[in-house]
């Protein structure tokens, strides 16, 4: 069925260090695979995404590698800032209609 | 220029109450969601509209009831509501079904009591 396992589900990291959050997903046809960032109270926002036919993307300090044998996915974040804390959620395209979502992250910098 | 917008923010209400939220996209877009977060912060999907036509219809139970008057406008039902109905409810959209980037709304929090 379509499931995406996501891990660590909480990370603390220190200021300037890198931070990484995996994903696998079930459904080897899965082309999209969107992260999701969800600062306290509010919606989720789009930081990056990454589609089948690539296998790494980068912006600024965020990067996103996907292995498509292995079916994973992973978010970096470079140089950690305070306002990186936040939950991240990875997700991941199933049957072309439905975006499945991991059990997000929730990261915290320490200062 | 509110690009997703949800009304209300804030729902409190009793067991056994019905209550709406309605959502509204001005970006153009195609299909839009909505989802339920709950207190574990899991984002799961309830329903998916595609120029007014229903494509995902989780299972959810049928107190939930989505309208679509027109692609813009992606409206919830909620009959006969119950305590685990407590949850923020996220509206989205993207520019077309589940491969674009989802934009979403600033969320309901309904809590039941």
């Known amino acids: 069925g379509e499931n995406v396992e996501q891990h660590p589900s909480t990370l603390s990291v220190q200021e300037g260090d890198s931070a990484v959050i995996k994903c696998t997903y079930s459904?080897?046809?899965?082309?999209?695979f969107p992260w999701y960032k969800q600062e306290l109270g509010k919606r989720p926002q789009l930081i990056i995404d990454i589609r089948s036919n690539v296998g790494e993307k980068k912006d600024q300090r965020i990067a996103v590698t996907l292995n498509k044998t292995a079916k994973h996915f992973s978010l970096h974040i470079t140089e950690t800032q305070p306002e990186d804390s936040a939950v991240y959620f990875c997700a991941a395209t199933f049957g072309n209609e439905k975006l499945t979502f991991g059990t997000g992250t929730r990261l915290t910098i320490i200062p | 220029d509110t690009a997703v917008s949800q009304t209300p923010k804030y729902l409190v209400t009793q067991m056994g109450n019905d209550k709406s939220i309605k959502c509204e996209q001005n970006l153009g877009h195609d299909t839009m969601y909505w989802y339920k977060q709950d207190s574990k912060k899991f984002l799961k999907i309830m329903f998916s509209?595609?120029?007014?036509?229903?494509?995902i219809n989780e299972t959810v139970p049928n107190r939930f009831s989505p309208k679509s008057p027109d692609k813009a406008h992606l409206n919830l039902h909620i009959n006969s509501l119950e305590l685990g109905d407590s949850a923020v409810y996220f509206c989205?959209?993207?520019?077309?079904?589940?491969?674009?980037?989802?934009?979403f709304g600033p969320g309901t929090r309904l809590t039941v009591t």
């Open positions: 459904d080897s046809a899965s082309n999209y």
């Open positions: 509209y595609n120029n007014k036509e229903l494509i």
């Open positions: 989205a959209s993207s520019q077309r079904a589940s491969s674009y980037e989802q934009y």
